[in-house]
């Protein structure tokens, strides 16, 4: 997916919206789908996120 689809995309969503991507560990995918979906945390989950620059 390309940025400009991307953007349309969301453009359809709250702008309050929290963005999340699927991932394990180290490496990077395409963004393959836009969609709303309900989440919820484990409280004894391990956190692995960290910010990127």
Known sequence: ???KE???RLKAL????QVLAKGY??????IIAVKEIAVAK???AA???QTVS
């Open 1 to 3: 997916m390309k940025v």
């Open 6 to 8: 991307l953007i349309d």
């Open 14 to 17: 709250p702008a309050e919206t």
């Open 25 to 30: 560990e180290d490496g990077f995918d395409g």
């Open 42 to 44: 484990k409280p004894a």
């Open 47 to 49: 956190d692995y996120s």
